[in-house]
């Protein structure tokens, strides 16, 4: 992974946020395994306020992601992102299991400009940071100001939407934004929105800190190597101690060695990811093998971006035919042996707002449809057409969907369609996504924050436009530049509108505009799957897609 980074990081051309983040998705998705195997002895002296170890214990669990970076400036990555959400502290969180936002080092939620503009935040007075530093306005403000100044992956986040931060008291945080933003609260909870000591982090372009972490969460950092990672109870912790004596991660490298390992009792919880086959032996020998499955939903969605700059698909008629022609069950069924759920909308179905509107308008493989749309725009048997799809060579599992699509569509409209599916290495992939090189890509997105706007804004937004065409925004780096400046004054309004029933019409309104005009096509919303041991208690998936580790326990 260090090679792959320093190479991304050698080109000349710079690249944008939004393809960093592409780069780490796939990094993290598809190059990476790691499974937990350090035992309970680890720990040397049980923390001051955790459960003695023959109670609570340390809790070994395995994954398939690794850590480039502890840096909350800079990580934007999902497994530094769940290590940082146990390691500090936000000014809000989620209540567990639910998608409630509460307040954590804010005592309430924000009061709120008339304008829209003005966030003024209270803030908790009874939290010191890991080295000792209380923390105050001050320390979060700084925090803040550290998160977008020093220029790391997801500064973008806050850097374009945060004019001014200032302490406007000791325990008073304000936040004033260049536009009003309904899901600011939300966006605060992001992982790397916690706050740091100021006497071991700095204000500076480029200035992180990759391998430590000094905040405010129930966890201490004790150790973080390429192979190991070990997390030790804070004593100091202000809020409720965790239920176990610490975590001890250690990095693998395949799916197979931490099936394997888990299998055998080597770890007490298994999370992400292992392959359909692993997870459905593992299904189906729960009783017998003395483990637990536990299935939750994700809120990362799957897709096809149409490149409407490339003939054919500067047509709508051909974007709604390749609608029609995706069968969604039959890519859950031969691909995913039913792990993952058929998706309809780009918000996923977690959201009240999401609505089915790609299954009531062109269906699951409806060849009818699709050669009804096919033979308006001109084509047929003397002139078909061709589809060509795109997919990072790594991925296995989109190499198997681009394959079924291939064999279904050619198999429904014989003839008339021929699919031809490409690959190439993944770097180069998501460079060239933005430059407009490719007509058909398979692609995944990672919400930033749980709010139906990190499923808007990032496909249909649009900066700079030409006609029907992004020149230069969200759709262009997403591969589809899709460009409509009704989308762009609805994503504006939604994003204004502080009323939920108003803003979810607004929202109505973005997915119809998103299956009429198809710039995209949602295919599947991944299922996500933990596996713990009989005996280990508290391991769950948060609705946010947060894995708490310091409710995990051994009875």
């Known amino acids: 992974m260090t090679s792959l980074v320093s190479w991304f990081r050698d080109r000349q051309r710079p690249w944008t946020s939004r393809q960093w983040r592409r780069v780490a998705q796939f990094l993290g998705l598809f190059g990476l395994c790691f499974a937990i195997a350090i035992g309970c002895a680890g720990n040397d002296r049980p923390a001051a306020n955790a459960p003695a170890d023959g109670e609570g214990g340390r809790i070994t669990i395995g994954t398939t992601l690794t850590a480039r970076t502890l840096d909350p400036a800079d990580a934007y990555e999902t497994f530094p992102g769940i290590l940082l959400y146990n390691l500090g502290d936000r000014l809000y969180t989620y209540e567990p299991g639910t998608t409630n936002l509460v307040p954590q080092l804010a005592t309430e939620l924000p009061t709120i400009s008339d304008d829209g503009l003005t966030y003024t935040i209270p803030l908790r007075q009874d939290v010191t940071l890991h080295d000792g530093t209380a923390f105050n306005a001050e320390v979060m403000a700084f925090s803040i100001q550290r998160f977008m100044e020093n220029g790391g992956r997801p500064a973008y986040l806050l850097s374009e939407k945060i004019a001014n931060v200032e302490a406007t008291g000791d325990y008073e945080l304000t936040l004033t934004l260049s536009a009003p933003f309904a899901a600011f609260p939300a966006l ?72 394997n390992t888990f299998r055998t009792g080597g770890l007490d919880v298994a999370y992400q990811t292992l392959d359909p086959e692993q997870v459905a032996a593992l299904e189906r020998e729960e009783s017998s093998g003395g483990w637990q499955v536990i299935e939750a939903g994700t809120n990362v969605i799957n897709y096809m971006s149409l490149n409407q700059t490339i003939e054919p698909l500067d047509d709508v008629r051909v974007r709604q035919a390749i609608a029609a022609m995706v069968d969604r069950p039959l890519l859950n069924d031969r691909v995913f042996q039913g792990q993952a759920e058929p998706l309809y909308s780009l918000i996923p179905a977690s959201f009240d707002v999401a609505e089915p509107v790609f299954q009531e308008a062109y269906g699951d493989g409806d060849f009818d449809q699709a050669r009804d749309l096919l033979t308006e725009a001109g084509f047929s048997e003397a002139n078909p057409l061709t589809v060509e799809i795109w997919y990072p060579s790594a991925s296995t599992i989109r190499s198997i969907v681009a394959n079924t699509l291939k064999e279904s569509i050619e198999a429904g409209l014989p003839g008339l369609v021929t699919v031809d ?134 009875g």
Do not use: H
């Open 188 to 259: 605060l909870s992001f992982s790397g929105v916690t706050p740091v000591s100021p006497e071991s982090y700095e204000i500076g372009a480029g200035s992180f800190n990759p391998d430590s972490f000094v905040g405010t969460g129930p966890y201490r950092l004790a150790a973080f190597t390429s192979d190991s990672i070990r997390l030790d109870v804070n004593e100091d912790y202000w809020g409720d101690a965790p239920a176990n004596s610490g975590i001890d991660i250690q990095i693998f490298t395949s799916p197979a060695n931490l099936y």
């Open 421 to 554: 599916v490409q690959n190439t290495e993944g770097a180069t992939l998501w460079e060239n996504v933005g430059k407009g090189v490719y007509p058909i890509i398979l692609s995944n997105w990672y919400p930033d924050y749980y709010d139906p706007d990190t499923f808007i804004q990032p496909f249909l937004g649009c900066e700079t436009g030409n006609g029907s065409t992004c020149e230069a925004g969200a759709s262009q780096a997403n591969g589809s530049f899709y460009y409509s400046p009704e989308a762009n004054d609805l994503i504006a309004q939604q994003r204004a509108e502080q009323d939920p029933a108003a803003r979810q019409e607004i929202i109505a309104d973005l997915q119809q505009m998103m299956v009429e005009d198809v710039p995209y096509v949602p295919l599947w919303q991944n299922k996500d799957y933990v596996f713990a041991q009989d005996g280990v208690d508290g391991v769950a998936v948060e609705p946010t897609q947060q894995f708490l580790l310091w409710q995990i326990s051994r």
